[in-house]
């Protein structure tokens, strides 16, 4: 069926059609929403090429993923990201441009990717603190929406988080309620807003019980399993080891069991684990009974929501910034139970 078709079925002008379909304001939601079901129900797709001409868009969404290993967004949880991101571009008639660039020459990326006109828009990844990407964004004046937040960020933006800090905290509430006092956290690198974030909620846990968190047992690197490793097998040896891990990932909570299982010790009896599960598809926390007990936040709705924002951001530039904060899931597992008193 092609758009005249379309068009006569619902007796609506093409132009209407065609308006509802690309988003325009002035049509009415009812109206889309009518528009947007006989479409599907008639399987019927815009022309790209046609319909990027009629609204002066490209039709693509940007995302530019810098090359070096050494960095947060680079990691397994992007793929669910873009995953979920990409459905919402699909069924819209969007694509995807993924663009990868140096560390050092992601500036001057985003400056030729508003000069070519090749996006309409991108998504910002693995924000940091102090974002610089949100001001250069914003002066050049291309629509973005960012995954995660930038705690020292002045000018308000669209982002899409998970409630980094308050999950952290009522993890660290429920070991230190088991009993435990010594919990090591296994974070990323604190530079990132969300491990910023997670440390804070750790912290905050112990504060409000009249704790101090010893420094030693707080490590921020790479969330690699290896480091997880690592860092654990080292506190294990230490005269006073902790009774606990808190960790921010999946893989690295991988790292943190074999660690634990090497020194003959059982997880969740001899020393509780609580990570963060993105409720990754290929890597899933065990089946009916979760292995790891875990603050849960599915990272795959998190691109999807971000793409919603996104677009609709180019389908009305005078919207306002949109804020959407997921609370996680506090998901009990086979990996936690009360503290042991050691001799």
Not at 78 to 103: K, Q
Not at 294 to 322: F, W
Request: hydrophobic residues 40%.
């Amino acid at each position: 069926m092609n758009l005249k078709e379309l068009s006569t079925k619902l007796g609506l002008s093409q132009t209407t059609v065609s308006r509802a379909l690309n988003g325009y304001p002035e049509v009415s939601e009812e109206t889309r929403e009518k528009v947007r079901r006989a479409a599907e129900e008639h399987n019927y797709r815009p022309n790209t090429r046609a319909r990027s001409l009629a609204t002066g868009r490209t039709m693509a969404i940007g995302h530019v993923i810098p090359v070096s290993t050494k960095h947060e967004m680079v990691n397994p949880v992007f793929g669910d990201f873009i995953a979920g991101a990409g459905e919402v571009y699909s069924r819209e008639g969007y694509d995807m441009v993924l663009t990868l660039v140096e560390d050092n020459n992601e500036e001057a990326a985003y400056r030729q990717i508003k000069s070519r006109g090749s996006v309409d828009g991108v998504v910002v990844h693995g924000p940091l603190m102090d974002e610089p990407r949100i001001p250069l964004l914003k002066k050049i004046g291309l629509p973005f929406v960012v995954h995660g937040r930038a705690t020292n960020a002045v000018d308000p933006y669209s982002w899409v988080d998970m409630n980094n800090r308050r999950a952290f905290e009522r993890a660290t509430e429920l070991l230190l309620d088991l009993g435990h006092r010594r919990i090591a956290l296994i974070n990323g690198l604190e530079r990132m807003d969300f491990a910023f974030r997670r440390r804070e909620g750790y912290e905050a846990a112990h504060y409000n019980r009249g704790l101090t968190p010893d420094p030693i047992l707080m490590c921020s690197h790479e969330m690699t399993e290896l480091f997880a490793h690592d860092t654990t097998a080292t506190l294990l040896s230490q005269p006073h080891p902790p009774t606990a891990f808190l960790v921010s990932s999946m893989i690295c909570a991988l790292g943190v069991r074999r660690a634990i299982e090497e020194r003959g010790l059982i997880m969740g009896k001899d020393v509780s684990v609580v990570t963060h599960d993105d409720v990754l598809s290929y890597l899933r926390n065990g089946g009916d009974v979760p292995i790891f007990t875990a603050t849960r936040s599915s990272v795959r709705e998190a691109g999807r929501k971000s793409a919603e924002i996104l677009l609709q951001m180019i389908n009305d530039p005078t919207r306002d910034p949109e804020t959407v904060l997921f609370e996680a899931e506090l998901v009990l597992g086979q990996s936690t139970g009360p503290a042991l008193v050691r001799a």
